[in-house]
């Protein structure tokens, strides 16, 4: 019987619930080359992190996350921790020879994820891998987007817009919980959702973002500070409350070129009113267009202009078929899936890269790619003007001319 992959889990919150979902499923839902173990799982409060132990099914847990390093029983160190704990947590781990999933973005700044691909490059000579977890390329209709592209059936790119609206913190008594401090997140809206929909778009066209033109806005600029708070809820204290000073930008907007000839338009808010999670990405190109809605995960939107005419038109595409990506693991045709899945494809994949011996993807490097898209954008909204994106791996279109 193959040794299985025993995984050690720092963070236990929203992302720490959606990851321990997947690593509880993948195992009843794929035949894995290694069976997958969830040991233990790290926090900083020993009463919550017990219970989350208990509640999504690991064997042990503990308050000090580097207790992971020196045990023999972990193999692979998942970090669901906040941003500014992903650069020492991933360095560490690799240094001591585990397997890394580490959770979007990357880090808080450039420098942090140049040092952690600097990691996963040593680390590589001696088995170890590394991943960071962009879980919406795991939506098999983001993937069949992918395909589509690839495969010519767009013709050539032209256009590319990208939105990714939420309004959770649109009342301004909410409290000021970690992702509105930019010592912790990093930045706002920008890195926390406006780095899906950047590595979405590159994933699904195969080009880099090269230049942007941005601004930026903090609606908010102070909150009270929070009681309690956990994944993307908090409250705070009855009465007069202590405020604190919001850090981070609110809503980000830019335009973009991807490579040469293909323009762009992005945007990323927490403060889109009655918007819960409205991620949407249309590609155009010379021979038809792509359209996904993650509030229509398993549908994609195509109009093809190879058609006759009189049957030109979008085309609802349900992403259910056995033939369409991940979906033979799951339910007969027409049964949907949804946003938990994309977690246990990530799991899948990432198992089946390290057994393997190759590179899981998006790699840490994919990843500090996206932060180079990520600083790019702050400094253009800095100085209102066009900054150029460092390219820290080949353009994948260029590099097949």
Not at 30 to 57: C, E, I, K, N, T
């Amino acid at each position: 019987m193959a040794q299985p992959l025993r995984v050690g889990m720092v963070g236990y919150a929203f992302m720490g619930a959606a990851h321990s979902q997947a690593w509880r499923t993948v195992n009843h839902v794929y035949d894995l080359p290694s069976p997958v173990q969830m040991q233990v799982v790290s926090g900083r409060s020993a009463p919550a992190v017990a219970a989350a132990a208990r509640r999504f099914g690991w064997s042990d847990h503990t308050t000090d996350w580097r207790t992971l390093l020196t045990r023999d029983d972990v193999d692979l160190i998942d970090i669901c921790s906040p941003g500014d704990t992903h650069a020492d947590i991933a360095i560490a781990a690799l240094s001591a020879g585990k397997h890394v999933l580490c959770e979007k973005p990357l880090a808080n700044s450039v420098d942090e994820a140049r040092r952690m691909v600097a990691a996963a490059e040593a680390a590589k000579t001696s088995g170890v891998r590394a991943m960071c977890g962009f879980n919406y390329r795991r939506v098999p209709a983001v993937t069949l987007m992918r395909d589509l592209i690839a495969a010519g059936r767009l013709g050539t790119i032209r256009h590319v817009r990208a939105c990714y609206l939420q309004d959770w913190i649109v009342d301004p008594e909410f409290p000021l919980v970690w992702r509105l401090r930019k010592e912790v997140a990093g930045s706002g809206a920008l890195g926390d959702i406006g780095a899906h929909i950047v590595d979405l778009t590159q994933f699904v066209t195969g080009r880099l973002v090269t230049e942007v033109s941005a601004l930026a806005e903090t609606f908010v600029r102070s909150r009270p500070l929070p009681s309690a708070s956990a994944g993307l809820s908090a409250l705070s204290a009855g009465g007069v409350v202590e405020r604190g000073e919001v850090t981070v930008d609110d809503a980000v907007l830019f335009l973009a070129r991807l490579g040469d000839q293909v323009v762009a338009t992005y945007e990323a808010t927490r403060f889109a009113t009655g918007r819960k999670n409205g991620l949407r990405v249309e590609i155009n190109g010379s021979l038809g267009t792509l359209v996904f809605d993650v509030e229509r995960m398993n549908e994609l939107q195509f109009y093809d202009l190879d058609r006759p005419v009189e049957e030109q038109g979008f085309t609802r595409i349900l992403v259910t078929e056995p033939s369409h990506p991940y979906m033979a693991a799951w339910w007969p045709p027409g049964h949907t899936i949804g946003y938990e899945h994309t977690f246990t494809h990530q799991a899948h994949d990432l198992v089946r890269a390290i057994a393997a011996g190759v590179d899981p993807t998006p790699s840490f490097a994919d990843a500090l790619q996206v932060q180079l898209v990520l600083d790019a954008v702050s400094r253009s909204a800095e100085t209102s003007s066009w900054v150029t994106v460092e390219s820290a791996i080949v353009d994948p279109v260029e590099e097949r001319v």
